[in-house]
């Protein structure tokens, strides 16, 4: 979009791009927990939009909207990390979960159904699905687990710094790493596997999600959550 004189119309721009602040905020936020407000990420998405066409110059050959993209969620990111979004309570809580799904797993040899890990938990099936939509998971790696480590046992930063791209042993564990999160997906309950491939695959929204499956938006976070805690459950021995 161009003026008159062919300078870039930014304000034009802008306009056009406000959908794009609205869509990477739906998609952001089924991965927050619920006292993170759509509002108040799409205005900071907003303020990211326009410093993507204050930065933004033509002869970078990139297009605009994969740069405001970045700038979009970079913004928000920054924003969710300075209020530490997922509190203590609810780490602890996700947390919980894992363990308790664990142990079921280990028990009966099998996926747990929802009953048996709020039988687990001590707590009825009702709020067992609260607890999920509370928690919200969504991280494969937390960024605690990323730094702990001992004198002994450095921690992940330190393990993967140095140049892994020529290390053929990396590169060897890397595949084995993908090939065992492909295995772990195709071990989820079908419901959950629909949900994951939706939204991981086809970048579809919650409400979208819901609309397919015949679902509230409600019941797929939680069930988005309880396919992360699973898959988390599997892949920490990785």
């Given at each position: 979009?161009?003026?008159?004189?062919?300078?870039?119309?930014?304000?034009?721009?802008?306009?056009?791009?406000?959908?794009?602040?609205?869509?990477?905020?739906?998609h952001?936020?089924?991965?927050?927990?619920?006292?993170?407000?759509?509002d108040?990420?799409i205005?900071?998405?907003?303020?990211?939009?326009?410093d993507?066409?204050?930065?933004?110059?033509?002869?970078?050959?990139?297009?605009?909207?994969?740069?405001?993209?970045?700038?979009?969620?970079?913004?928000?990111?920054?924003?969710?990390?300075?209020?530490?979004w997922?509190?203590?309570?609810?780490?602890?809580?996700?947390?919980?979960?894992?363990?308790?799904?664990?142990?079921v797993?280990?028990?009966?040899?099998?996926?747990?159904?929802?009953?048996?890990?709020?039988?687990?938990?001590?707590?009825?099936?009702?709020?067992?699905?609260?607890?999920?939509?509370?928690?919200?998971?969504?991280?494969?790696?937390?960024?605690?687990?990323?730094?702990?480590?001992?004198?002994?046992?450095e921690?992940?930063?330190?393990?993967?710094?140095?140049?892994?791209?020529?290390?053929?042993?990396?590169?060897?564990?890397?595949?084995?790493?993908?090939?065992?999160?492909v295995?772990?997906?195709?071990a989820?309950?079908?419901?959950?596997?629909?949900?994951?491939?939706?939204?991981?695959?086809?970048?579809?929204n919650?409400?979208?999600?819901?609309?397919?499956?015949?679902?509230?938006?409600?019941?797929?976070?939680q069930?988005h959550?309880q396919?992360?805690?699973?898959l988390?459950?599997k892949?920490?021995?990785?």
């Open positions: 979009m161009y003026t008159a004189k062919g300078q870039l119309d930014r304000d034009a721009l802008f306009h056009q791009h406000l959908p794009l602040v609205r869509r990477i905020a739906h952001m936020i089924a991965k927050l927990p619920a006292n993170v407000e759509l108040d990420l205005q900071v998405g907003m303020i990211g939009l326009t993507a066409l204050s930065r933004y110059e033509v002869a970078q050959g990139v297009q605009f909207e994969t740069f405001a993209s970045q700038r979009i969620r970079g913004a928000m990111l920054d924003e969710l990390r300075a209020g530490d997922m509190s203590r309570s609810s780490r602890k809580s996700q947390k919980e979960i894992e363990q308790a799904l664990h142990r797993e280990q028990r009966l040899g099998r996926s747990p159904l929802e009953s048996e890990i709020a039988e687990e938990l001590g707590i009825s099936l009702q709020d067992y699905q609260t607890l999920l939509g509370k928690v919200r998971g969504t991280q494969l790696v937390y960024l605690e687990d990323m730094h702990r480590g001992s004198e002994e046992d921690g992940f930063l330190d393990r993967h710094v140095a140049d892994d791209a020529a290390d053929p042993m990396a590169l060897l564990r890397d595949q084995r790493l993908r090939a065992s999160l295995a772990a997906i195709q989820l309950p079908e419901r959950e596997q629909y949900i994951m491939g939706m939204y991981y695959e086809q970048d579809m919650l409400k979208e999600i819901a609309a397919v499956l015949g679902v509230t938006e409600s019941r797929v976070c069930l959550s396919a992360i805690a699973r988390r459950t892949m920490r021995a990785h």
